[in-house]
């Protein structure tokens, strides 16, 4: 049982842990090699807990117990001589660190683990110069240890299972998330991730003369990175960058490194700490637009990612889910990289990958055969049901609809691709039943299309041959309804407009929330060429979209306009390349999907208006009243009720 831990090193990492530690109980020992160092720790430490206290996270009265529990030394047989458990934190050069290791091991009892915070040398190396290699892992904290959560625990070639069980079980009651690193490969996970994508950025800009704000705004934009390529780089340190490369090329990592983790170094622009790096940081952080309708194409950059993420995974160096876990805590991704590429396509990143092979022939740019296999296979991601992850694909047919799950979407595809998707009764229907099983909770949005080069053209015209006015009443009122009933579902619906949008195709997309088209997507309400007018909400749902007068414009004339006038107009939300309307529409939908599903309920009910919601919502919040509580209960209880306003 671990009681006592002894931190080596007092600096950046080492103070960090050493409060990590004490403020989860243990007792700490921080051993430096100099006064000034130790006194600096203390100060740092005392520094992050005031706040805590600031924040009203701890109390005064907890720092001083957490500070009592760490105690500072100058004499490293004192600092392990009863440790259970030792973490070193030492600068990050092989020879310090193994010294270090050589005397804790003569000193340290013979039960004691003893753990290195190495980001990028051999675990087996170091445990080499030990007695104990089976009691020697890697225990890799990320800066700042106080509030990053992940951790790597790594096994040497000769570490125990139980060695790794223990430091997991240290690293979760320390209130971390450990991922397992089964191999000492360089860079272990983190780190092989986040040289691929930096070194991309850099050599996308250097051969291509791509600009930094242009790579840097659409990973930021696009993917929802904290910080872009060139900003991270700077913010890591440009000098500490070129040392993590160099010491992995230097352990087999292959790599060819952009001229710029040398070059700037050299002259000396460090990134954020020298004031310049990539961008000048003399008056604080550079400031970079997030960009999501940026021209870049983020997947340019993060397929390197991608592809050294299968590669830990072919090689069993991690799980699937490890990968993604310690690259979204350590690196602040917003998903995972696997999860992304699901998200993007498989088959769309190794086509990109293949592609730098071809022009330009560098070593890794060989496509790792985890994700060949998998787009030979068909499992290509979100899109498929399968790829890393397994979505649950379910398909059924509802006569011309089709009804795809790939959870948290729902697709409902109109399936008449020889009549243009032209609307009759059957794809209504089709298209409720589709939505009656879009309502279960794994569903967060659904997105409605057309199969082939048209949304819906429009309706079926062989409907209104010899209809008698009743009969069209009766037809107008059904189509109202159900087009109602879409635009009233509890669920945020996206139209995706592949191709002709026109009269109750039109209609169709105007019920859904948000309209997302392809380039190529025509619109209009041509019903007044057949000597007849909109059934199915166009006379209200235009104007509500593109104001009276245009509305009256479309209406009156029948014109055909095209995409980016719809969008200029205001009835479409984003007009996208034809080549990726799936593709952006489901990054959107994703969007969507991770907000909380009864806010947007809500936000529906709230902008369509309806007196009926408007009502529904008002009885809803009047139940959080304890005046409401009280007069159930008064009535309940034949009493009179007593009222209090609250």
Not at 276 to 300: H, K, Q, T
Request: aromatic residues 8%.
């Amino acid at each position: 049982m671990i009681k006592k831990i002894a931190v080596l090193g007092a600096g950046t990492m080492g103070h960090g842990i050493a409060q990590v530690a004490a403020m989860s109980g243990y007792q700490v020992f921080m051993r430096d090699i100099k006064q000034d160092f130790l006194d600096s720790g203390m100060s740092r430490i005392r520094s992050s807990l005031d706040k805590f206290v600031k924040k009203g996270k701890m109390t005064s009265e907890e720092k001083e117990s957490i500070l009592s529990r760490i105690k500072t030394t100058l004499d490293l047989e004192e600092a392990v001589r009863e440790a259970d458990f030792v973490i070193e934190a030492v600068p990050e050069i092989y020879d310090i660190k193994a010294e270090t290791f050589r005397e804790v091991d003569k000193k340290a009892p013979e039960h004691a683990i003893l753990a290195t915070n190495t980001s990028s040398l051999p675990i087996t190396e170091l445990a080499s110069v030990t007695s104990r290699p089976d009691k020697f892992v890697g225990m890799h904290f990320f800066n700042p240890p106080q509030l990053m959560k992940l951790v790597e625990v790594v096994r040497g070639n000769e570490t125990s299972d139980e060695t790794v069980k223990v430091t997991r079980d240290l690293a979760i009651s320390m209130g971390k998330e450990p991922v397992v690193v089964a191999k000492d490969v360089p860079g272990f996970i983190v780190n092989r991730v986040l040289v691929r994508w930096l070194n991309e950025a850099c050599l996308i800009k250097e051969r291509e003369g791509k600009g930094l704000i242009l790579i840097d705004s659409a990973l930021k934009g696009k993917v929802g990175l904290p910080m872009g390529a060139f900003e991270l780089s700077d913010f890591i340190g440009l000098d500490v960058m070129r040392d993590i490369i160099e010491a992995m090329i230097k352990r087999g990592f292959v790599l060819t490194p952009c001229k710029s983790w040398k070059e700037l170094p050299e002259g000396g622009k460090l990134g954020r700490k020298s004031g310049y790096g990539f961008y000048d940081w003399s008056s604080g952080r550079p400031n970079i637009p997030a960009d999501p309708s940026s021209p870049f194409d983020p997947l340019e950059v993060l397929s390197m990612a991608i592809n050294e993420a299968a590669w830990l995974v072919r090689n069993g160096v991690a799980s699937i889910e490890d990968v993604d876990k310690a690259v979204t805590l350590g690196l602040n991704f917003p998903k995972g990289p696997l999860r992304l590429a699901d998200e993007w396509g498989l088959d769309k990143v190794k086509a990109i990958i293949e592609d730098k092979k071809r022009r330009y022939g560098l070593p890794e740019y060989q496509l790792d055969p985890l994700l060949e296999e998998k787009v030979s296979k068909g499992e290509l991601g979100l899109k498929a049901g399968r790829g890393f992850y397994d979505y649950g694909l379910r398909e059924l047919s509802f006569g011309s609809v089709v009804y795809k799950e790939t959870p948290p979407i729902a697709w409902i595809r109109v399936n008449r691709p020889d009549k243009l998707n032209a609307i009759n009764l059957d794809v209504v229907n089709g298209i409720l039943r589709s939505l009656k099983e879009a309502e279960k909770d794994e569903i967060k949005v659904v997105v409605i299309t057309g199969e082939g080069r048209a949304f819906s053209a429009g309706a079926d015209v062989s409907m209104f041959k010899d209809l008698k006015p009743v009969e069209a009443f009766e037809l107008s009122k059904k189509l109202n309804e159900s087009f109602r009933e879409i635009r009233e579902f509890p669920k945020p619906v996206i139209a995706m407009i592949n191709g002709f949008a026109l009269g109750g195709g039109l209609e169709l997309a105007m019920a859904c929330d948000i309209r997302i088209a392809s380039n190529k997507a025509q619109f209009g309400q041509p019903e007044i060429t057949l000597g007849i007018m909109v059934g199915a909400g166009g006379s209200y749902r235009l104007p509500e979209l593109v104001g009276i007068a245009k509305a009256k414009e479309l209406l009156f004339t029948g014109d055909i306009i095209g995409a980016e006038d719809a969008l200029r107009i205001g009835l479409v939300n984003r007009v996208v390349p034809h080549d990726k309307l799936e593709e952006e529409t489901r990054s959107f939908a994703l969007k969507v999907a991770e907000r909380p599903s009864r806010s947007l309920q809500i936000y529906k009910a709230v902008m369509n208006g309806s007196p009926q919601d408007i009502e529904s919502l008002a009885f809803g919040l009047i139940f959080s009243t304890e005046d409401s509580k009280e007069g159930i209960n008064a009535f309940l209880e034949k009493r009179k009720p007593k009222f209090k306003g609250e």
